[in-house]
């Protein structure tokens, strides 16, 4: 299904039969649906927009690299140019105040 592609009445005799209600309540200061177990989503994020008078939500897919993380995450990070931080100086040695017994 492409993103705002949808026929405005774009459901079927056939969905509206399987159709089922969800409970909208509050959480805080934003407004919830109890999802019904057939309708959960398996990600963490979706994307929510109107089309007339229905609100389509459709889930997104994060493309993650073997140990889990986010594709993009890694594409982002190999982007940033490399830049001069300067001269630092050396660490400064210091007596440990949590050694010393007169403290």
Excluded: C, N, Y
């Excluded at 405005?8 to 109890?34: D, M």
């Excluded at 990600?43 to 993380?69: N, P, S, Y």
């Amino acid at each position: 299904m492409v993103r705002g592609k949808v026929p405005e009445k774009a459901h079927s005799v056939a969905q509206r039969s399987a159709a089922r209600r969800a409970k909208v309540f509050w959480s805080g200061r934003s407004q919830a649906i109890r999802l019904p177990k057939e309708f959960r989503f398996s990600g963490e994020e979706v994307t929510i927009f109107r089309l007339g008078e229905q609100v389509i939500i459709e889930a997104v897919e994060v493309e993650r690299d073997a140990k889990g993380w986010p594709v993009s995450w890694w594409q982002l990070a190999g982007a940033a140019p490399e830049f001069e931080v300067g001269e630092r100086p050396l660490q400064h040695e210091r007596d440990d105040v949590l050694s010393d017994p007169t403290r």
